[in-house]
């Protein structure tokens, strides 16, 4: 049995991996977001280049307190907001929406947020990751890159390496070292 040695290159090359593989299952199968947050409206819990993780939510998942994720359209823009919910109303049609307020604001948000809206309550903020998350599609390439050429080169590894030929005794060997001097011994000699 041949003994394989560890290697580190390999190992990272694993690992990255596997966090690709969650991040990408978590976003695609469970449905989490990543959003880089841009203003100080929730200072000082959650600053600008923050990365903020939220988990989509059920309407009776949500309460006054919770930080939520939402769309939220200002004329011809869509805008990605984070704020807290500060109260739950009823419209006059008896539709449930919430009222937001940003923590580091005096005021609360002048439009609805209906359930609709909701994109999902906040679970994790990774504070300053964000300045790396915009970058996230060509470091995502790179480590794509990486592990292809690590598994290669694995690949590599396992079929071009041969073991080494044993002879059948010790003696075997013994007499084809003799051999060599001998034979080494009669070149220097001529």
């Known amino acids: 049995m041949v003994k394989r040695r560890i290697d580190?290159?390999?190992i990272i090359s694993y690992l990255l991996l596997f966090f690709v593989v969650l991040v990408m299952a978590l976003h695609f199968?469970?449905?989490?977001?990543?959003?880089?947050?841009?203003t100080d409206s929730?200072?000082?819990?959650?600053?600008?280049?923050?990365?903020?993780?939220t988990m989509p939510s059920?309407?009776?998942?949500?309460?006054?307190?919770?930080?939520?994720?939402?769309?939220?359209?200002?004329?011809?823009?869509?805008?990605?907001?984070?704020h807290r919910i500060v109260g739950m109303k009823a419209d006059p049609e008896m539709r449930m929406y919430y009222i937001?307020?940003?923590?580091?604001r005096n005021y609360t948000d002048p439009?609805?947020?209906?359930?609709?809206?909701?994109v999902g309550r906040v679970v994790l903020v990774i504070p300053r990751v964000g300045v790396v998350w915009y970058?996230?599609?060509?470091i995502v390439f790179g480590i794509f890159l990486f592990i292809i050429a690590s598994l290669a080169?694995?690949?590599?590894?396992?079929?071009?390496?041969?073991?080494?030929?044993?002879?059948?005794?010790?003696?075997?060997?013994?007499?084809?070292?003799?051999?060599?001097?001998?034979?080494?011994?009669?070149?220097r000699r001529r």
Request: a positive charge; zero cysteines; charged letters at 20%.
């Open 153 to 187: 080169y694995d690949l590599a590894w396992l079929l071009l390496e041969e073991e080494p030929l044993r002879s059948k005794s010790r003696k075997a060997d013994l007499v084809a070292l003799r051999r060599k001097k001998i034979k080494a011994y009669y070149h």
């Open 29 to 38: 199968v469970f449905g989490f977001q990543y959003v880089v947050i841009l």
């Open 42 to 53: 929730m200072e000082p819990h959650i600053n600008p280049n923050d990365l903020v993780i």
């Open 58 to 82: 059920s309407p009776d998942g949500l309460h006054v307190g919770d930080v939520i994720l939402y769309r939220v359209t200002l004329g011809n823009s869509t805008y990605m907001i984070t």
């Open 135 to 138: 970058y996230t599609p060509l």
């Open 8 to 10: 580190v290159l390999s």
């Open 100 to 104: 937001t307020k940003g923590d580091n």
């Open 111 to 118: 439009w609805r947020v209906y359930y609709s809206q909701v």
